[in-house]
């Protein structure tokens, strides 16, 4: 799946629970466009026209665009009369019969790279259980974006190995760690199997002869259990870290052990290595 398609998925998904989450009629938004200082509408979710489809909003002009140019969350009680919002988008936004309108921002590493809205078609105020919801959706993007992001880096960096020693190398095997772990929470499922790939190529980039999981018989979680143990962690922060409990991990690891006939820790995290399974 594209980049674009995948992060579409993520935005919709995100729609989907904030209009769950608060019983709001209408939710929509986009991110950034690469190269252009606007927002792309391209998600609605309860909508009746097209009005909003494909909107581009400018940072500074009507409500998403204030957004992105103060980096935090807006909301207005009547949309058409508000004083603060300038009015570029007031023909669109009527269309779709929009008065009370919330947005919130995605942002990563500092830099807004989208926004989420949701809207009743009455005046009122949209209360704090309503702004809590679309902030939590935002971040659920946030997420995705920061984990496609790292996957790409990854990605560089297993096609260079020889470019990462010492604490570079370090380095890269705690990002690849947290990612195997955000792996589970990803809503696309798609993006999800696009990581773990990167997270295995990244893996057997490290080792001559580097073999798939799946060869030795280790599952995902198996796998996921070893490289918290390669960090350094407990079974109870790893059992924090995976959201299992502390004697699931035990067994994972057991199993782990037993499929790369270690009788240790240190020996299977060692062997996992060697095989390629963890970098």
Not at 21 to 30: I, N
Not at 95 to 111: C, D, F, H
Not at 151 to 162: G, V
Not at 190 to 198: F, I
Request: glycine share 8%.
């Amino acid at each position: 799946m594209a980049a674009d398609a995948a992060e579409a998925v993520e935005v919709r998904g995100a729609l989907l629970r904030l209009r769950r989450a608060t019983g709001l009629p209408v939710a929509f938004g986009g991110l950034v466009e690469p190269g252009r200082p606007q927002i792309r509408i391209s998600e609605l979710c309860g909508h009746t026209t097209l009005a909003l489809s494909s909107l581009a909003v400018v940072s500074g002009s009507g409500l998403g665009g204030k957004v992105v140019a103060l980096s935090r969350p807006c909301a207005v009680s009547d949309y058409s009369t508000s004083r603060q919002i300038s009015h570029e988008y007031d023909v669109a936004v009527a269309a779709e019969g929009l008065r009370s309108v919330v947005a919130v921002p995605v942002v990563v590493r500092r830099r807004v790279r989208g926004v989420l809205y949701g809207a009743l078609r009455a005046a009122q105020p949209l209360g704090d259980r309503t702004l809590t919801a679309a902030v939590e959706a935002a971040r659920d993007v946030e997420q995705a974006l920061v984990v496609r992001d790292e996957a790409h880096s990854l990605m560089t960096a297993a096609r260079e190995p020889e470019t990462a020693s010492g604490a570079a190398w370090e380095q890269v095997r705690e990002a690849h760690g947290a990612l195997r772990a955000l792996a589970p929470r990803l809503v696309d499922p798609a993006l999800r199997a696009e990581l773990l790939e990167v997270c295995g190529q990244l893996a057997g980039a490290a080792s001559a002869e580097p073999a798939a999981a799946h060869t030795l018989g280790l599952a995902p979680r198996e796998v996921d259990v070893l490289v918290c143990v390669a960090a350094g962690a407990t079974n109870a922060v790893a059992a924090e870290r995976l959201g299992l409990r502390p004697e699931t991990v035990k067994g994972y690891l057991r199993a782990a052990m037993r499929k790369l006939g270690a009788h240790t820790r240190l020996e299977a995290v060692v062997a996992a290595r060697r095989a390629g399974v963890l970098p």
